[in-house]
């Protein structure tokens, strides 16, 4: 199906040629994408997106098309605070307040380290309990304290954040200037949420959410319910048209319709994502 052939699909249900009827034919199907968007969550609506958290900055962009947030983890790692930073010979330095088990060939990375050529992801050359060497930039500069920064092994392990309403993430941690390893994430409004703590480092993170489909038009002719479920787009569609027309007789059929359609894809859906295991009786 595609928009186009929607519309052609309307015209021949509703039997009506009248040219305000015509030019609501896309609010009505309009209307029907956000029904089946909001009522009919599975995997053709799942997305995933990645990025990373701004160092200080509690409140997060969330994904354009945006409707539900199914879970919300970040890379992390044990951080080691710096206390002072050395450069020679192109050659950095860094020195931590407490051991931190890193070796020669371990890869390192380093954040919030003032100076040039110290923040990055670099190999290390050399280490003791509570320094670590590599080679980056150019520039040479003396033993300097340095408190602000941290170093840590590549954020690989996956943390979870746990859902909380915006009151209790706000109580926990009212402070936001204040910074640390995120715990928690609420709606702040609907397009964006509030992260705390607030992240100390840029964590990498991963974002699974339903989202609203790309909406239908003469410029984007097909989306995935265009694609997967034509059938419950047309009778969602043809749903939203009853009421304009006064036709609460239709309301029931079309009603029914869309409900065996999106009971299929439910029933589709959780085929899917149930553990194989459990069809095989293992």
């Not at 900055?57 to 994904?63: I, R, T």
């Not at 050395?86 to 020669?104: D, E, F, N, P």
């Not at 602000?148 to 746990?162: M, Q």
Request: with cysteine.
């Amino acid at each position: 199906m595609t928009y186009t052939s929607l519309v052609a699909t309307l015209q021949d249900y509703l039997d009506r040629t009248d040219t305000r009827l015509q030019a609501r034919i896309p609010t009505f199907i309009s209307l029907g994408e956000l029904r089946c968007a909001r009522e009919v969550k599975s995997l053709m609506t799942k997305a995933v997106v990645t990025g990373a958290f701004t160092q200080g900055e509690p409140v997060v962009l969330k994904p354009v098309r945006w409707l539900e947030t199914i879970s919300i983890n970040f890379g992390s790692s044990d951080l080691f605070q710096t206390v002072s930073r050395a450069a020679a010979a192109g050659v950095r330095t860094i020195t931590t307040a407490a051991a931190h088990g890193l070796s020669a060939g371990d890869t390192v990375v380093v954040n919030n380290v003032g100076g040039t050529g110290y923040n990055g992801t670099y190999v290390v050359t050399a280490a003791t309990q509570f320094t670590v060497t590599y080679s980056s930039g150019v520039v040479t500069e003396a033993v300097t304290a340095d408190t602000g920064g941290f170093i840590s092994a590549p954020f690989e392990d996956r943390t979870y954040l746990f859902p909380r309403g915006l009151e209790y993430a706000s109580t926990y941690w009212p402070d936001r200037t204040q910074t640390g390893k995120p715990r928690y994430y609420a709606d702040y409004d609907y397009t964006h949420w509030l992260v705390v703590p607030t992240p100390q480092v840029p964590y990498p993170f991963e974002v699974v959410y339903f989202q609203r489909p790309d909406h239908l038009s003469p410029d984007n002719e097909q989306n995935i319910f265009t694609e997967q479920c034509p059938d419950l787009l047309l009778y969602a569609s043809l749903l939203e048209t009853a009421p304009y027309l006064k036709n609460d007789s239709r309301i029931p059929t079309w009603k029914d319709y869309y409900m065996q359609a999106a009971s299929a894809i439910k029933l589709e859906n959780r085929e899917r994502v149930d553990d194989a295991s459990l069809k095989r009786g293992e």
